[in-house]
């Protein structure tokens, strides 16, 4: 009788055994199978956010602003390289004297334009600093039938 006991309880256990690897080797092997879906869907999403043109999510720009284009072709303006010519023309502006478009005055150094976003077909917002301070400007610009670039002030903030 004992015996019987014992076989039983070693062959309940033995089956208990069995069943438990059983079960947890489909548990894991579940796991894995989402592991690896997640992991794909992980990587089919960096490769859309690696896709995404930087220059496409800025709204305001001038490159590809169809109104723009039609803006300067309206009054005969070229526009290849426009965005690099009106840098030019604005960094150009500084000098060992400032910068005739910063209407702020410093006593320390001179203000001069650093770097340069060129908006629509009329606007370009420009930042200046004298190395201690800084501010931004935003500027009218026209470009004439010869080429060249005039630019006005319109409105300007320099940070304390």
Sequence with gaps: MRRSIFMYLFLF???WIVFQYVNASKSYDNQQD???RLEA???EAN??????DVNASRYFKLTGNENAYDYFDRFGVDIID???RIETALVSKN?????DLIPYENATGVFQINKVEVLNHKWVIADFSDGARW???ILLYDVEKDGSIRFETLQSVIYP
């Design 47 to 52: 490769d859309s956010l690696a896709s995404i």
């Design 41 to 43: 869907k992980l990587a």
């Design 135 to 137: 501010g931004e400007l």
């Design 95 to 99: 000098s060992t004297s400032g910068n």
């Design 82 to 84: 426009l965005e690099s």
């Design 13 to 15: 256990a033995a089956l």
């Design 34 to 36: 989402k592991i690896e």
